[in-house]
């Protein structure tokens, strides 16, 4: 027949043609990326938004907070040194900071500069309201031994500005500069703790970074125990590397276990090795998903990876399904046999796709992600399977083991004798009881933590580190805008007023924002206006030798000092901390962010920024955690409509009511998973409704197999039953993850496929079931 | 905080052994941490570049080994400060008020209780000490060893015999800063007020 040399032939071209794009697009590394932030929703179309989001994300990527604690601080701070050296060394980091050797004079000058435009708003109040208590506390700080260093000599700055200015800074409440070395300390835990801060050189979802990030710090730590010290460290990038560790090792595991589990089970039954290669489809459809995922986005993530896996278990039944028909096949060749089943591969191909692009639609990336990989991966092994696999199997006369069959049969005779006791109609009735009683303990659970299994060890330590620094960052900021920097200082300023009421409080920690550095134009003019009125009040500073005409020269120096915006005030070192919150200009304006610090009462933000005009709250965390719990319902109905879908693609071939029977089994089966997970006292989460999503779709092929019953009910459901343990070695593998999110995928799925499975031989129409089983008796 | 106070009751207790044959830091720092309470009266005068007077101001202090330090100004102004291991205070109408840790203050005030008890290891950290004289006539003079602290002191001098008598900062701007604690005697225990200002 042509089309047993045409087909192949044709398979092949595509074939190298799927290997040169794959060679492409992985020629420049690997497109494989482990950012948790690009499989969520981005819900957020606004850029201003994004880019907030993506300032203030960023710290958490690229940074390493570590302490380096000692009882004697000279140890901790020599060991500080060292490790600091060796971390430069290493190449990672684009800097490495133990200890702060401020240029002094840099910051002289910008306090100078900045007497007008950087005094605090307390400061400025009182400079207005009360000249009188101001010069008089001015006074007292000259006298005042315990006042600090000033920076700036008294005599280039006699109303003590500057001093004001250096006081009003903030600063971690728990960290002190120890002047010798320049390092910033803690005491905590009866230890003395060395800040060392690093940033990296390339972002945390480069591939190997966080591995060698991660690698480094275990070598350092090590030093650390030997020296006698401790470590605790935090980061993002630490994070990443355990995830992609993570991630590394459940790919071989899950990969690797259900490979080895497949391969065991195809030589057991058939007993021949070139039965081995009913295992091509799997790779090709791997080769297929992968290329299609990067050439659709890009890149992969590797959780793409870990659930796309578990298609081996899928694609590998396609040439099961005529491989298990040597059972009743006698001699079995692989054209004929494929012949015998290709319309049922079709139609299995068909829901299969449906179910899993069902997924493309709902708004997690993620699942759009795994949707297109499985997908593109399934038409892969299917075009493999059907085109390529029988020209490889031309020659071999498979002769399965007996013993499968006899097990089939038993079950088969199981079934036959149950119904004669217990009808059909009485077991719908026991199970659906079961289920209800099932469904009524199920309760649902989403949070986005469930994305991350985050070790505690990790915890533990970002905690210690916030505990000790003193420094607690949230996921939660503010986004004002404003027409003009005026503008937005001054909606700045409102926001902190309210703020600082929280902090009195005790409801939030501290905040950031450019208002606490700077003042708007119009308050620096108004303060330069002020300090004119200043000479009525000055009396005490001449009294103790003050010259007048170096107070005057001063007052006539503040008044024709520049007024500062943002940009120049965040560019001089006193800007440092600050920079990160400013936004700068877009086409509608300027916008700045306020960071938050220990959060206590993210409601209560949220209203502050109601009433404010510009103020938006930004809380990423709690929108996705409302998304997930809005899109459980619209992953329910997209799994009705799936339903549907599949209904009127069956009702072809099979009929109004054989493709209502075939449809209804599976979401009979769906319904039985999620009363199991109740009865298990398993959460119902997103990921295992949309594991039941997927599971409907694979089930209506095991139903249209037992439906089709090429070779007998026996050789139908012993197809059925290798199938369903093929897919059950590869998804029930990600039910042991460590990840959350995935585990309770696996355990849905797992679920999904027992239930399956047991309800597959009721899609025999009942006039067919009693033909066949006066058939079996016959033959038996 | 409470480190430098037994520091300094240490170089008070180092002076009272007048038979030690070389007197080393450690000899100065045990002489002065010696007695429990050292009080006594200061003059503190700031002489500033520009200004033609130093400027000038009186009190007392009470310097308790397991409390910390009181520092009462009286002329020009009245000023209670206190500096204890939780950092300082100052009084005002309505009682002791805690500063809120003030940047370079906070280590300011460190230093300060250095000097104070001859806390050598707490200074060595920060300073090059050279220790000169005997128990009853010592000068100790320090210079910063770090960046940070050599752009604010050129150099301190302290010296003293049972107690410490004189300090002098010299700031790398020109300023500087003389204290004079002419009459320190030890006391063993604080008085009643002075113990309820430590205790509040």
Known sequence: MPSERLLPRLFLILL?????????????????????????????????????????????????????????????????????????????????????????????????????????????????????????????????????????????????????????????????????????????????????????????????????????????????????????????????????????????????????????????????????????????????????????????????????????????????????????????????????????????????????????????????????????????????????????????????????????????????????????????????????????????????????????????????????????????????????????????????????????????????????????????????????????????????????????????????????DIDHVLAGPLGEAWRPLWLGQDGNGVAAVISLQGLGDVALLGLLAEDQPGVQLVDRLGDLNRLFAATQLSAAELKLLSCALILLLLIVPFGFGGALRLVALPLLAALCSLACLGWLGQPLTLFSLFGLLLVTAISVDYAILMRERIGGAAVSLLGTLLAALTTWLSFGLLALSSTPAVSNFGLAVSLGLVFSFLLAPWAASPNDEASASSEGKASA | MSRLLRSLAAVALLLASPWALAFDLADLQRQLSAPAVVKGPFIQEKHLRALPQPLLSKGRFVLARDHGLLWLLQTPLRQDYRIDAEGIARRDASGWQRLPGRSAGAEQNRLFFAVLQGDSSGLQRDFELRLSGDAERWQLHLTPRSLLLKQVFSAIDIDGGAYVQRIELHETQGDSTVLRLPESHGEAVLSDAERSDFAQ
């Open chain 1, 16 to 564: 190298l043609a799927v290997l040169g794009a794959a060679a492409w697009q992985w020629h420049a590394g690997a497109p494989v990326s482990a950012d948790l932030m690009t499989l969520v929703p981005g819900d957020s179309h606004d850029p201003l938004v994004q880019r907030a989001e993506q300032r203030m994300q960023e710290p958490l990527n690229r940074e390493l907070l570590v302490l380096v604690g000692h009882a004697e601080r000279s140890q901790a701070l020599a060991l500080s040194e060292r490790l600091a050296k060796r971390w430069q060394a290493s190449g990672l980091f684009e800097k490495v900071q133990w200890s702060l050797q401020t240029d002094l004079s840099a910051l002289r000058t910008q306090l100078l500069q900045g007497r007008v435009a950087l005094l605090s708003a307390a400061d400025r109040q009182q400079l207005l309201e009360q000249p009188q208590a101001f010069i008089e506390q001015r006074l007292e700080r000259l006298y005042d031994p315990f006042a600090g260093f000033s920076l700036v000599p008294n005599q280039d700055d006699w109303l003590g500005l500057t001093g004001l200015i250096q006081n009003s800074q903030p600063r971690p409440a728990n960290v002190q500069l120890d002047t010798a070395s320049g390092a910033l300390v803690a005491e905590a835990e009866g230890k003395q703790w060395v800040l060392l801060r690093a940033r990296t050189q390339g972002n945390a979802f480069d591939m190997q970074l966080p591995l060698q990030v991660a690698d480094l710090l275990d070598a350092s730590r090590a030093e650390a125990a030997q020296a006698g010290a401790q470590l605790y460290a935090a980061s993002g990038l630490l994070h990443a590397a355990h995830g992609q560790r993570q991630a590394t090792q459940e790919i071989t595991w899950v990969g690797g276990g259900a490979t080895l589990g497949i391969l065991l089970m195809l030589l057991l039954a058939f007993r021949r090795w070139q039965a081995l290669l009913a295992f091509v489809p799997v790779l090709v459809g791997m080769l297929f998903g992968a290329v299609a995922c990067v050439a659709l986005f890009g890149k992969m993530h590797v959780m793409t990876l870990v659930l796309g896996s578990s298609l081996i278990g899928v694609a590998v039944d396609y040439p099961l399904h005529y491989l298990s028909k040597s059972w009743s096949l006698r001699p079995w060749r692989s054209w004929s046999a494929v012949r015998l089943t290709w319309p049922g591969l079709s139609l299995s191909l068909a829901t299969s796709c449906i179910g899993y692009l069902a997924l493309a639609f709902t708004p997690f990336p993620a699942l759009t992600q795994i949707a297109a990989f499985s997908a593109a991966g399934l038409v892969g092994a299917y075009l493999s399977a059907v085109c390529l696999l029988p020209a490889l199997l031309g020659r071999v006369e498979l002769q399965p083991a007996a013993w499968p069959l006899r097990l089939a049969e038993r079950l088969t005779g199981l079934r036959e004798r149950l119904l004669r006791v217990v009808p059909s109609a009485v077991l719908l009735g026991l199970l659906l009881a079961f289920s209800a009683a099932g469904l009524w303990q199920l309760h649902s659970r989403n949070d986005i933590r469930q994305w991350v299994g985050s070790p505690p060890q990790l915890l533990e330590e970002a905690q210690a580190v916030a505990r000790i620094t003193g420094y607690q960052p949230t996921s939660q900021f503010y986004l004002v805008r404003g027409d003009d920097q005026t503008q937005l200082l001054e909606r700045l300023q409102a926001l902190s007023g309210k703020l600082d009421e929280l902090v009195a409080l005790g409801k939030l920690k501290g905040y950031m924002s450019i208002s606490q550095l700077l003042a708007s134009e119009p308050a620096q003019q108004q303060m330069q206006a002020a300090v004119a009125q200043l000479a009525q009040h000055w009396q005490p500073l001449l009294d103790i030798g003050v010259p007048p005409a170096a107070l005057d020269a001063e007052v006539q120096q503040l008044q024709k000092l520049p007024l500062l």
